[in-house]
């Protein structure tokens, strides 16, 4: 037998809390002479059987009702759901603050912000300490915040020396520039990288093309091969960030954008960049697009990842329009500007042994390399060729 203070050391309650139970009728006492109240060992284990009810997840009501009658097996089912989606919540918010301490991949938190508030996640990487030009390659390159230095080292190794990032080539850009009403005079390349179309746009028209990107060796690439070089002597280069241009407005006849609107969304891109085209001006920009409308698993799995904003051509076209530009002209890259990008890459990693790569670089590029391969055709760039409307 037990005094109370007894058997509440050895179930770790109150005393309080042995009275209520009894209050309830888990367990009963008997009155001494003395009137201290005194338990069995029936009592001690009962108390015991309800611990490891309530260990399960069960109210103090559900748990009583167990000892009483045949266990409610449905009851108990549903504590089992319950319990399990709290499992992995729990899982979820410890996975979370691993990875936010550096102790494991971050690539699918910073997938799934990009894709459900891209402008938050771009300021919270901001604050973070990253500047603008790290913040965007992480949401579009190395995905990862605790691997974004090993992944742009490798990254900028196996790229290193290509001439081009993307799809492109010469005859599709100066075919865009054909399909102008006018040929402007100065022109804004915005996110010019290495340059390919800032050298040709200044081939072919008679003014100032202002080459912008915020990558300084991109752009020191493109201002060796300006060097004594009298042709391009009309193009001066500009680091600056594309989402606040340096510019006043009205300032250039046309903006050009092969390949890189994405970077801060084509619709944005499209409202922040109009105040600097004079009116009636222009906007060239190519953007990745489905030609399919039933596109492969495959294919659509990998694009949902790496740009979930990715349309069709006519939404692009109805976007275009609900934003002050008429769209003039538009049609597909070639398959030969695919080949300019994805030809010298694929020679580049077949040289490459996977050892050599701690990061995800290597492993990405290959994947992209493979839809390309397979999937190339159900999507593509598409060239839209606008015209600013008059206000």
């Given at each position: 037998?037990?005094?109370?203070?007894?058997?509440a050391?050895?179930?770790?309650?109150?005393?309080?809390t042995?009275?209520?139970?009894?209050?309830q009728?888990?367990?009963?006492?008997?009155?001494?002479?003395?009137?201290?109240r005194?338990y069995?060992?029936?009592?001690l284990?009962q108390?015991?059987?309800?611990?490891?009810?309530?260990a399960?997840?069960?109210?103090?009501?559900?748990?009583?009702?167990?000892?009483?009658?045949?266990?409610?097996?449905?009851?108990?089912?549903?504590?089992?759901?319950?319990?399990?989606?709290?499992?992995?919540?729990?899982?979820?918010?410890?996975?979370?603050?691993?990875?936010?301490?550096?102790?494991?991949?971050?690539r699918e938190?910073?997938?799934?912000?990009?894709?459900?508030?891209?402008?938050?996640?771009?300021?919270?990487?901001?604050?973070?300490?990253?500047?603008?030009?790290?913040?965007l390659?992480?949401?579009?390159?190395?995905?990862?915040?605790n691997?974004?230095?090993?992944?742009?080292?490798?990254?900028?190794?196996i790229?290193?020396?290509?001439?081009?990032?993307?799809?492109g080539?010469?005859?599709?850009?100066?075919?865009?520039?054909?399909?102008?009403?006018?040929?402007?005079?100065t022109?804004?390349d915005?996110?010019?990288?290495r340059?390919?179309?800032?050298?040709?746009?200044?081939?072919?028209?008679?003014?100032?093309?202002?080459?912008?990107?915020?990558?300084?060796?991109?752009l020191?690439?493109?201002?060796?091969?300006?060097?004594?070089?009298p042709?391009?002597?009309?193009i001066?280069?500009?680091?600056?960030?594309?989402?606040?241009?340096?510019?006043?407005?009205?300032?250039?006849d046309?903006?050009?954008?092969?390949?890189?609107?994405?970077?801060?969304?084509?619709?944005?891109?499209?409202?922040?960049?109009?105040?600097?085209?004079?009116?009636?001006?222009?906007?060239?920009?190519?953007?990745?697009?489905?030609?399919?409308?039933?596109?492969s698993?495959?294919?659509?799995?990998?694009?949902?990842?790496?740009y979930?904003?990715?349309?069709?051509?006519?939404?692009?076209?109805?976007?275009?329009?609900?934003?002050?530009?008429?769209l003039?002209?538009?049609f597909?890259?070639?398959?030969?500007?695919?080949?300019h990008?994805?030809?010298p890459?694929?020679?580049?990693?077949?040289e490459?042994s996977?050892?050599?790569?701690?990061?995800?670089?290597?492993?990405?590029?290959?994947?992209?390399?493979?839809?390309?391969?397979?999937?190339?055709?159900?999507?593509?760039?598409?060239?839209?060729?606008?015209?600013?409307?008059?206000?």
């Amino acid at each position: 037998m037990y005094r109370i203070s007894e058997l509440a050391a050895k179930v770790g309650l109150s005393r309080s809390t042995l009275l209520y139970y009894e209050k309830q009728g888990l367990i009963e006492s008997r009155r001494q002479p003395n009137g201290y109240r005194m338990y069995s060992d029936h009592d001690l284990q009962q108390l015991k059987v309800l611990q490891q009810l309530q260990a399960g997840g069960l109210s103090l009501k559900e748990c009583l009702a167990c000892l009483k009658t045949r266990i409610d097996r449905s009851l108990l089912l549903e504590r089992l759901r319950t319990l399990e989606r709290e499992i992995a919540e729990k899982q979820q918010s410890r996975d979370l603050l691993a990875a936010m301490l550096g102790m494991a991949p971050m690539r699918e938190w910073h997938q799934t912000l990009e894709t459900q508030a891209p402008g938050a996640h771009l300021a919270w990487l901001l604050k973070q300490g990253f500047s603008e030009k790290q913040a965007l390659r992480l949401r579009w390159l190395s995905k990862d915040m605790n691997e974004h230095n090993r992944y742009m080292a490798e990254f900028e190794r196996i790229v290193h020396g290509l001439d081009r990032l993307g799809p492109g080539s010469a005859d599709d850009t100066v075919q865009a520039l054909h399909l102008l009403p006018t040929v402007p005079r100065t022109v804004l390349d915005i996110g010019c990288g290495r340059g390919a179309s800032a050298l040709l746009l200044a081939e072919h028209i008679q003014g100032c093309v202002t080459a912008l990107d915020n990558d300084e060796y991109s752009l020191a690439c493109l201002r060796k091969k300006l060097r004594d070089n009298p042709r391009y002597q009309q193009i001066r280069l500009i680091c600056a960030s594309m989402t606040e241009l340096p510019f006043a407005e009205r300032q250039f006849d046309a903006l050009w954008a092969e390949g890189s609107a994405y970077i801060m969304g084509f619709e944005k891109a499209l409202e922040r960049w109009k105040p600097f085209i004079r009116q009636q001006g222009f906007l060239v920009v190519s953007d990745l697009v489905w030609f399919s409308g039933e596109p492969s698993q495959a294919a659509l799995e990998f694009w949902r990842e790496n740009y979930p904003d990715m349309q069709t051509t006519s939404a692009r076209s109805a976007a275009i329009e609900q934003r002050g530009y008429r769209l003039l002209h538009s049609f597909p890259l070639s398959r030969q500007a695919w080949t300019h990008y994805l030809a010298p890459l694929e020679q580049r990693i077949e040289e490459l042994s996977p050892k050599e790569f701690s990061s995800n670089a290597l492993v990405d590029l290959q994947k992209e390399l493979y839809i390309h391969r397979h999937h190339l055709g159900e999507y593509g760039y598409q060239f839209f060729i606008l015209q600013k409307n008059s206000i």
